[in-house]
């Protein structure tokens, strides 16, 4: 969603506007913003290496539905509370996140171009505004459902994002007619952090798949990781880029070589630290010279071979 924002052609209003939206969908454009290896984007929703929370104020809010219902955000049930007016406690949460290891696989002239949070896979509000209860009604201080993490002032670099969620602790209605005691969305220890870095490498060679969540609505098939060593080659016959996908059911050393039909290694990759996974790597074969040829996948354990037909 982010890379079709980013790559739509404005067509009004700089930016979002209410009219026309972020502007016309520029396919092609989008597409090469994701093009592999050299662009990627990687989610991360790592366990925060530090949390502080404080306390940020004391404010009457409105609870609307469907705070009023159960409901439910990323796995995360807030509790059923009547809607109206309450007294609460409001607490600011600010998190530093490490993603250095998710880019591990990166080279050393790898560049973060730009980092956004991921409302849908985190648990944490926004604070709260106004909002219009009922037709015609006043403005009043609302607390906003929807998970809602920002960015801090800090942002982003390279291994850390330092990001900002609020939640609040809700105490009673004003009327102590209610009494609640419970946190919204969620404690603080219990907020969640995702957000997803978008990195342009010139030297990549690795794209890593990662486990899906089967829980998720619409993936209905999960890639296994093979206990044995397995290597596949498409397109083949090929004239330029060649994939080699693997899967490794152990952290190990990688090595990619290049045989012809006499045993002479003609091309090679520069060894890869990998972790259990299961992952894609491309190899340019435009300057091998048209013949048939084996590829060898070659661990500290295993090796896996194929056949590979290079047609110019």
Known sequence: ???????????????????????????????KAIEEPKY???????????????FHSTDTVYIKSPYSSSYNIYNNTIPIIAEGYYNVDIYKTTATVDHSSNLSHFSNDAQVIDAWVRNSASAGSKLHKKYTIGFGGALV???????NIAFD??????????????NYYVKNSV?????????????????????????YDSLATVVPYYPC???????????????????????NPSSGIVTMEFSLSYNDNVFLNVYDIMGKKIKSLAPLNLQTGVYKVYIDVADIAQGTYIVQLQTKRQSAQKKLIILH
Request: glycine share 6%.
């Open 1 to 31: 969603e982010y890379i079709l924002q980013k790559t739509a052609v404005d067509k009004g209003a700089t930016d979002y506007d209410i009219f026309t939206g972020w502007g016309l969908l520029n396919a092609g454009s989008a597409l």
């Open 40 to 54: 990627q984007i990687i989610h991360v929703d790592n366990t925060p290496t530090s949390i502080n929370t404080v």
């Open 141 to 147: 201080d609302t607390i906003d459902v929807t998970a």
């Open 153 to 166: 002032t800090s942002g982003f670099d390279a291994s850390t994002a330092t990001l900002v969620a609020y």
């Open 175 to 199: 009327d102590s007619s209610i009494v609640v005691n419970k946190w919204y969305p969620k404690q603080s220890s219990q907020l969640k952090f995702a957000y997803s870095v978008y990195v």
């Open 213 to 235: 969540d089967t829980n998720i609505v619409g993936i209905s098939e999960i890639k296994p990781l093979n206990e044995n060593l397995q290597l596949n080659l498409y397109p």
